[in-house]
């Protein structure tokens, strides 16, 4: 019997690299909004310290009513670009998300054409087995048919030299 062929392999190779690429671009998307997460708590921990420095001055009274403002408006600067960072996140969260959903579905397909090999290959194995069976069956018959002609023949043999 021939060796087992998947007559879809071709298309579920197709689909491995399609699957592999599509995981590329969403690792990548994911990264780099991760790394946009971080950036965003590295700025509200600076914003936060920020305060707490201008709180720590403004207690012991040591800062100018000129610097007061200064500081106020250092610290809604780093407010903005707290916002900035933070939507820029969300931003980069939501597309990897939407890179992710081809991902899924070409792995879906990969898994089911998967599913499909297996099935056939069951199936071929099934068949093999059959097939090696039918075949000692075949050779059992006919060595059975051969053990019986040998001793009629036999039979013959020894009955015609006794005669």
Same mark, same amino acid.
Do not use: C
């Given at each position: 019997?021939?060796?087992?062929?998947?007559?879809?392999?071709?298309?579920?190779?197709?689909?491995?690299?399609?699957?592999?690429?599509?995981?590329?671009?969403?690792?990548?998307?994911?990264?780099?909004?991760?790394?946009?997460?971080?950036?965003?708590?590295?700025?509200?921990?600076?914003?936060?310290?920020?305060?707490?420095?201008?709180?720590?001055?403004?207690?012991?009274?040591?800062?100018?009513?000129?610097?007061?403002? @200064?500081?106020? &408006?250092?610290?809604?600067?780093?407010?903005?670009?707290?916002?900035? =960072?933070? /939507? *820029? %996140? +969300?931003?980069?969260?939501?597309?990897?998300?939407?890179?992710?959903?081809?991902?899924?579905?070409?792995?879906?397909?990969?898994?089911?054409?998967?599913?499909?090999?297996?099935?056939?290959?069951?199936?071929? @194995?099934?068949? &093999?087995?059959?097939?090696?069976?039918?075949?000692?069956?075949?050779? =059992?018959? /006919? *060595? %059975? +048919?051969?053990?019986?002609?040998?001793?009629?023949?036999?039979?013959?043999?020894?009955?015609?030299?006794?005669?």
């Amino acid at each position: 019997m021939a060796a087992f062929r998947f007559r879809f392999q071709r298309v579920l190779r197709v689909r491995e690299i399609e699957e592999h690429v599509a995981l590329g671009r969403y690792a990548e998307a994911a990264g780099a909004a991760r790394a946009a997460e971080q950036r965003a708590q590295a700025q509200s921990q600076a914003r936060t310290a920020q305060q707490a420095e201008l709180t720590r001055l403004l207690a012991t009274g040591a800062l100018a009513p000129r610097s007061v403002i @200064a500081a106020h &408006v250092a610290l809604d600067q780093a407010q903005a670009r707290l916002l900035q =960072a933070h /939507e *820029r %996140s +969300r931003t980069l969260s939501y597309q990897a998300q939407q890179l992710r959903a081809p991902w899924e579905d070409l792995r879906r397909a990969r898994r089911g054409l998967e599913a499909l090999r297996t099935k056939h290959q069951a199936a071929y @194995a099934t068949e &093999v087995e059959r097939s090696d069976g039918e075949l000692l069956d075949e050779i =059992a018959s /006919e *060595r %059975s +048919r051969r053990m019986e002609s040998w001793a009629s023949q036999r039979g013959k043999w020894t009955q015609g030299g006794t005669s």
